[in-house]
């Protein structure tokens, strides 16, 4: 996917991606990040921040290595992934970062609350500009 982006972007223009797998068996989650905010991920210990990916948006460079972080993964546990609007905050005329999607993560054990509150935080948002998705996996 990444070379054919390459082929097909116009230069300097790239696609940002953030794809798992959750092998239940395993009881492991496996992700790779081309440019996209780092995930949250809580496991039975805490709720943290995958590393940040080093790896550049697709179709940058077409002979880019994407490496895949694998991560433990049990049930109870959840994955939050998120696109960058949904961190920006319009403040008279300028987008600041947010910090709240990271504080309802870390307080949020349990993937229902997290969810209803992020509800009501993409809700609370206005005059956003850039796309805003949220995805939450639980097993």
Same mark, same amino acid.
């Given at each position: 996917?990444?070379?054919?982006?390459?082929?097909? /972007?116009?230069?300097? $223009?790239? !696609?940002?991606? *953030?794809? &798992?797998?959750?092998? =239940?068996?395993?009881?492991?989650?496996?992700?790779?990040? #081309?440019? $996209?905010?780092?995930?949250?991920?809580?496991? %039975?210990?805490?709720?943290?921040?995958?590393?940040?990916?080093?790896?550049?948006? /697709?179709?940058?460079?077409? $002979?880019?290595?994407? %490496?895949?972080? !694998?991560?433990?993964? =049990? #049930?109870?546990? &959840? /994955?939050?992934?998120? +696109?960058?609007?949904?961190?920006? !905050? *319009?403040?008279? =005329?300028?987008?600041?970062?947010?910090? +709240?999607?990271?504080?309802? #993560?870390?307080?949020? $054990?349990?993937?229902?609350?997290?969810? %209803?509150?992020?509800?009501?935080? /993409?809700?609370?948002?206005?005059?956003?500009?850039?796309?805003?998705? !949220?995805?939450? *996996?639980?097993?």
């Amino acid at each position: 996917l990444n070379r054919e982006l390459s082929e097909r /972007l116009p230069v300097r $223009h790239g !696609v940002t991606l *953030f794809c &798992w797998r959750c092998d =239940a068996a395993r009881g492991e989650i496996t992700c790779a990040n #081309a440019g $996209h905010p780092p995930p949250f991920i809580r496991s %039975q210990k805490d709720v943290r921040q995958l590393r940040r990916a080093e790896s550049p948006a /697709l179709g940058i460079n077409p $002979h880019q290595d994407y %490496q895949p972080q !694998v991560t433990p993964f =049990a #049930a109870g546990d &959840w /994955l939050l992934a998120y +696109t960058d609007g949904v961190l920006d !905050v *319009f403040s008279g =005329a300028t987008y600041t970062p947010d910090g +709240t999607l990271e504080a309802l #993560a870390r307080k949020n $054990h349990d993937a229902l609350p997290l969810y %209803q509150r992020l509800e009501e935080y /993409l809700e609370y948002q206005s005059d956003f500009i850039d796309d805003r998705s !949220v995805m939450l *996996f639980s097993v």
